[in-house]
């Protein structure tokens, strides 16, 4: 993760957190206000945003009107603040894992996503170590 935050212009820290936990699985930044307590909450937020309860609902109802089963629909989610960009993925083979980049505005959103996108390749196999 920190060769992401190396690689891009703009990069403020890059996270993966736990979606069944909220745990930070690893952190790397750059900012000397990212404390614990802001990192845990950032994690906390994009758990939400991925497997919160209201989001668990809405994809319940979308699947029951499509006569399938349950399943988790969002992979990707982009916000902006007033100062910065968050871009979260889902990790395509730990379902249960997002990354988290944080950038500032300067940072472009094709680069930003790249970023992220590309992170997958250093953190999945980081991932598979943990979990074997």
Partial sequence: MASVIDEVDGALGCAVADLRTGDLLGVAHRVSYFTQDYLEAVAAGAVSMFRGETVRHVEDL?????????????????????????????????????????????????????????????IEPILDRLAG
């Fill in 62 to 122: 979308i699947s029951a009107k499509r006569g399938r089963p349950t399943e988790r629909l969002i992979e990707e989610v982009q916000m902006t603040t007033r100062h910065t960009i968050h871009f979260m993925m889902i990790l395509p083979n730990h379902p249960e894992a997002v990354v988290v980049l944080i950038t500032t505005h300067d940072t472009a959103l094709g680069i930003g996503w790249a970023a992220t996108r590309g992170s997958v390749l250093q």
